[in-house]
């Protein structure tokens, strides 16, 4: 089954406690993106990777890195987690690179909560 | 970047149509309009796309005037499980350095 996997789904931790959230997708896109659900704020993008080893900034990147050392995977990494980062992230990716216009495949999600 | 603008939250009864208009003044020649649905603690799922004129699916239908300044999703005959959040989002996801920012979405509420 076509897919996006973020794992894990919960997660609470400790300010200043390095974390990491995995984001794999099975159907070879290219594009891969995370954002960030705020209530009343909608989804912000923090970083996207347009392939593999291109990376940069999305809207509310501060506080968080990201690497695409594999096409597949695209991990978010909090290096020293705040409570501001409380929120519900998501992963998504899409194919590009064609002249149809791709839409995104979301994963199911990560709450996150930093205590 | 194109900003978009949608009504906050709609109300709307069982077999009712829905429409809920997106604004985005200063979309780009190549940006396409893609509409999202979402449900409680899952991800957006796509509903439709399109770049001008009309668009027609099996679950919704899109409107795009001639000066593509607005859209327009319209959901035939809602029932209580189209109760989501709508998003309309404004790009071109070929084009390379692309920020695909999301306006805040419109509330939908299907009632009995």
């Known amino acids: 089954e076509a897919q996006v996997t973020q794992n894990p789904r919960y997660l609470i931790t400790v300010t200043g406690k390095k974390l990491t959230v995995t984001c794999s997708q099975n159907m070879n896109h290219e594009y891969m993106s995370w954002y960030r659900q705020d209530p009343g704020l909608g989804l912000r993008q923090i970083y996207y990777s347009m392939n593999v080893e291109v990376t940069d900034k999305g809207d509310v990147p501060e506080g968080y890195k990201v690497s695409r050392k594999e096409k597949r995977n695209f991990p978010l990494i909090l290096e020293s987690p705040s409570p501001n980062q409380t929120s519900l992230y998501f992963c998504?990716?899409?194919?590009?690179?064609?002249?149809?216009?791709?839409?995104?495949?979301f994963g199911n999600g990560t709450r996150l909560t930093v205590t | 970047l194109a900003k978009t603008t949608q009504p906050i939250s709609m109300d709307s009864y069982e077999g009712q149509e829905v429409n809920i208009t997106c604004s985005h003044n200063n979309i780009a020649t190549n940006d396409y309009i893609t509409w999202y649905q979402q449900f409680p603690s899952q991800g957006p799922r796509f509903i439709i796309q399109g770049y001008k004129t009309k668009v027609t699916n099996e679950v919704a239908s899109l409107f795009i005037p001639a000066d593509r300044k607005s859209s327009t999703l319209s959901l035939p005959r809602v029932s209580l499980s189209d109760t989501a959040v709508y998003y309309c989002l404004v790009g071109d996801m070929r084009a390379a350095g692309n920020k695909l920012t999301f306006g805040g979405g419109t509330r939908v509420l299907v009632k009995p």
């Open positions: 998504a990716s899409s194919p590009t690179g064609s002249s149809y216009n791709s839409p995104l495949h």
